[in-house]
């Protein structure tokens, strides 16, 4: 499996509202490629859907640190 792979799973259950399926599945998408800033980022709003906050703005923070440049992070971050 890739992380891509895991990346387009999470994707699938983050919008079918299975939330713990999404964080299952980005983090699975992490262990493969942990400099993969947008699956920190799916991670933090998955997170965020399950009220989960602490969470959320961990991996929101773990996103910026990774590509400071890419605006979604930040995003992410103010909504945790």
Known sequence: ?????????GNLALAGAQ????V???SIGIALDPRNHVLY?????????MRRFGKAKDNAA??????PDWWKGYVRLGQA
């Open 19 to 22: 939330y713990d399926e999404a």
């Open 41 to 49: 980022s799916n991670r933090s709003a998955a997170h965020a859907h």
């Open 1 to 9: 499996k890739s992380a891509q792979e895991a990346k387009e799973k």
């Open 24 to 26: 299952i599945m980005y």
């Open 62 to 67: 773990e996103c910026v640190e990774i590509s």
